[in-house]
């Protein structure tokens, strides 16, 4: 990561880290492609990074961010919520971001990438999500952690990418719960692509097939990855985002 680090404050306070680069000659008149991480991860991981830098080279105008309690935003972890992450998401969009996007979604950020697109409507060029995780409050817990989360009771559980196990605070699931997509018809009407490993052990391949199923828009397409697994951030992984990014129509 480099040191070129700025922050942007919330009305309310709220001080969110963020990169941004403008964009130069003909890559400036693309859309600005806007990297949402994962749960509990930041602008720091290395598909973010990647994306940032292969925008650079093209002139191309990127903006990374880390939500309210993650990376080097302010704020505490506990007190997030998609629906807080979201309002990040669109000021920082509104406030740097000129005329389309292209957001890119990983994990639950695919979540996010689709609640902030409905929210930017027309604004929208496009989406990518990578292993895209809608509704995780819903079938991602069993009904022994639902009853906990529901009674105001945080979940743990074990994390195979870190030695601290991962929290679920009930005020995250409860808004998780409130913002479910895959139930209704997910107002998008952008190109869509959504990447995902066949061998994701936390986020079932089939999620982006009922995600493709409930959104509107019909430029919609699944690549999965056989030997892919849930971060895919291999090389190879990289290349294919990257050469998705590539191949998106511009509008």
Not at 53 to 65: D, F, K, M, V
Not at 94 to 108: D, H, K, N
Request: charged content about 25%; glycine content about 12%; some cysteine.
């Amino acid at each position: 990561m480099t040191d070129d680090i700025d922050f942007h404050r919330l009305g309310d306070g709220r001080r969110i880290a963020f990169r941004h680069f403008a964009g130069h000659g003909d890559g400036a008149a693309q859309p600005t492609l806007v990297f949402l991480p994962g749960y509990m991860s930041d602008m720091a991981g290395g598909k973010a990074t990647a994306v940032f830098g292969w925008a650079r080279s093209r002139g191309q105008p990127c903006l990374l961010l880390d939500y309210s309690g993650c990376g080097r935003s302010g704020g505490e972890f506990a007190e997030g919520t998609l629906s807080r992450w979201r309002e990040e998401v669109l000021a920082l969009v509104a406030s740097r971001a000129e005329g389309p996007v292209t957001l890119i979604g990983s994990s639950m950020g695919g979540w996010l990438m689709l609640l902030a697109g409905e929210a930017l409507g027309p604004r929208m060029a496009g989406m990518v999500g990578i292993a895209a995780a809608p509704d995780f409050s819903d079938w991602g817990f069993d009904e022994r952690q639902k009853a906990d989360l529901a009674a105001g009771r945080t979940v743990l559980e074990d994390n195979p990418y870190g030695p601290e196990p991962t929290p679920t605070y009930p005020a995250f699931w409860q808004d998780a719960q409130d913002n479910r997509l895959l139930e209704r018809e997910i107002a998008v009407d952008c190109p869509v692509r959504l990447l995902h490993g066949q061998r994701d052990p936390d986020v079932p391949w089939e999620t982006s097939l009922r995600t493709a199923a409930a959104l509107r828009s019909d430029d919609v397409q699944v690549t999965l990855v056989k030997d892919g697994d849930h971060r895919l951030s291999r090389e190879q992984d990289i290349d294919l985002l990257l050469r998705t990014l590539a191949a998106l129509p511009i509008q």
